[in-house]
């Protein structure tokens, strides 16, 4: 899956690389990877961002459009929260996220950067045995320009709800249900074996808005009657109506599932339904399940966004996250060709095949 982006990175990477891999005949990789990072950190003309209040400053009046809506058009990425968990970590029992200062938010956001260094795996040379893509790939150096110690605001113990009576049971149906079509088949006998995510179709909502490893670049594009959203990450984009229609019947389920929009005062108000089940949020219940989104600029670099997540036969409560999206013109959003050079999945494929050849051959040995 990685497509000719990952391509065009190489290209760009491969000062760094060799860098590093000189700089690892001499150290540990992970000291060749701090090096690197330093390198790049002091090479870049954007600095980090600093810490994202959740509240807009009083003083602060967001611009409009020429037709008179709020204007939060621009080209985002939210790299920044990379390392940020999405519930409250066990470290922070009893602590709410107004309780964090800024000195300890960065502490926090300094250790984050570190374990993930640590944690980097190699192509080769680590000492664990790891393997993984170079280190230049990775959107992981710059998450000292983070917001907050964790993503969920409501509940305010930064949890998520329990699950309601019966949801584990209606979970498990579910997926023996989606199982029984390919029963009696391994988790790599065929591509659609694979995930819609791996196949380089989609990776739903709010996946595409999450940030991960690489391509954390977004375009939000406003016109008079819609808004659309371009994720780099599979490269995927969605037109959010904001005439009022209704959503679509209950038969039809787009990948992002069905977006409706509306204004209030300055903040985007977008609910979707009709999710599909293979691409349901966290074995949500796709017939029930209902996402609110609030986009609200905050600031001239600034938009918050935030996701209520509403499932009755799921969850207890209704809960929420939220992360800022920074406007940064220098990471515009690359072509994703992940269908044109998608190796991964021949290459999972295959070696699926060569594991069985050899356990055939194990078997003949014996």
Same mark, same amino acid.
């Given at each position: 899956?990685?497509?000719?982006?990952?391509?065009?990175?190489?290209?760009?990477?491969?000062?760094?690389? &060799?860098?590093?891999? &000189?700089?690892?005949?001499?150290?540990?990789?992970?000291? $060749?990877?701090?090096?690197?990072?330093?390198?790049?950190?002091?090479?870049?003309?954007?600095?980090?961002? /600093?810490?994202?209040? *959740?509240?807009?400053?009083?003083?602060w009046?967001?611009?409009?459009?020429? =037709?008179?809506?709020?204007?939060?058009?621009?080209?985002?990425?939210?790299? @920044?929260? $990379?390392?940020?968990?999405?519930?409250?970590?066990? /470290?922070?029992?009893?602590?709410?996220?107004?309780?964090?200062?800024d000195?300890?938010l960065?502490?926090?956001l300094?250790?984050?950067?570190?374990?993930a260094?640590?944690?980097?795996?190699?192509?080769?040379?680590?000492? %664990?045995?790891?393997?993984?893509?170079?280190?230049?790939?990775?959107?992981?150096?710059?998450?000292?320009?983070?917001?907050?110690?964790?993503? &969920?605001?409501?509940?305010?113990?930064?949890?998520?709800?329990?699950?309601?009576?019966?949801?584990?049971?209606?979970?498990?149906?579910?997926? /023996?249900?989606?199982?029984?079509?390919? !029963?009696?088949?391994?988790?790599?006998?065929? #591509?659609?074996?694979?995930?819609?995510?791996?196949?380089?179709?989609?990776?739903?909502?709010?996946?595409?808005?999450?940030?991960?490893? @690489?391509?954390?670049?977004?375009?939000?594009?406003?016109?008079?009657? #819609? &808004?659309?959203?371009? @994720? %780099?990450?599979?490269?995927?984009t969605?037109?959010?109506?904001?005439?009022?229609?209704?959503?679509?019947?209950?038969?039809?389920?787009?990948?992002?599932?069905d977006?409706?929009?509306?204004?209030?005062?300055?903040t985007?108000?977008?609910?979707?339904?009709?999710?599909?089940?293979?691409?349901?949020?966290?074995?949500?219940?796709?017939?029930?399940?209902?996402?609110?989104?609030?986009?609200?600029?905050?600031?001239?670099?600034?938009?918050e =966004?935030?996701?209520?997540?509403?499932?009755?036969?799921? =969850?207890?409560?209704?809960?929420?996250?939220?992360?800022? *999206?920074?406007?940064?013109?220098? %990471?515009?959003?690359?072509? #994703?060709?992940?269908?044109?050079?998608? #190796?991964a999945?021949?290459?999972?494929?295959?070696? $699926? !095949?060569?594991?069985?050849?050899?356990?055939?051959?194990? /078997?003949?040995?014996?």
């Amino acid at each position: 899956m990685i497509g000719n982006y990952c391509c065009l990175v190489i290209v760009l990477g491969v000062a760094s690389l &060799v860098t590093a891999e &000189v700089a690892a005949q001499t150290t540990s990789p992970v000291e $060749a990877a701090r090096a690197a990072a330093e390198e790049a950190k002091g090479k870049s003309t954007v600095k980090p961002a /600093a810490p994202a209040r *959740l509240t807009p400053a009083s003083d602060w009046t967001p611009p409009r459009t020429s =037709w008179g809506d709020p204007d939060i058009q621009g080209i985002f990425t939210n790299k @920044y929260e $990379a390392s940020t968990p999405l519930e409250r970590p066990n /470290a922070f029992e009893g602590r709410k996220l107004d309780d964090i200062e800024d000195v300890e938010l960065r502490e926090i956001l300094a250790e984050r950067q570190k374990q993930a260094i640590d944690r980097l795996p190699f192509l080769s040379g680590d000492p %664990e045995g790891r393997i993984g893509p170079p280190h230049h790939w990775r959107e992981m150096f710059d998450i000292t320009g983070g917001s907050r110690p964790w993503l &969920v605001i409501d509940p305010p113990d930064g949890r998520i709800p329990p699950l309601v009576d019966g949801a584990e049971q209606s979970i498990a149906a579910r997926q /023996a249900a989606r199982g029984a079509s390919r !029963r009696g088949r391994g988790p790599a006998d065929s #591509y659609e074996d694979r995930s819609l995510y791996d196949r380089c179709i989609s990776r739903g909502l709010p996946g595409s808005m999450m940030p991960t490893i @690489y391509g954390n670049s977004y375009q939000i594009i406003q016109t008079a009657g #819609y &808004v659309v959203i371009n @994720y %780099e990450m599979v490269h995927e984009t969605r037109i959010i109506p904001l005439d009022g229609r209704p959503h679509l019947g209950a038969t039809i389920r787009p990948h992002m599932g069905d977006a409706r929009g509306r204004w209030e005062g300055n903040t985007l108000v977008v609910e979707t339904t009709n999710f599909r089940d293979d691409l349901v949020y966290r074995n949500a219940n796709p017939e029930t399940l209902k996402i609110v989104e609030r986009f609200t600029r905050t600031s001239p670099d600034r938009v918050e =966004w935030s996701l209520t997540v509403e499932d009755q036969t799921t =969850w207890t409560r209704p809960w929420t996250f939220s992360m800022p *999206l920074t406007i940064d013109n220098n %990471e515009p959003v690359f072509e #994703y060709g992940c269908h044109e050079g998608n #190796y991964a999945l021949a290459n999972i494929l295959s070696a $699926a !095949r060569a594991e069985e050849e050899k356990g055939g051959e194990d /078997a003949a040995k014996k």
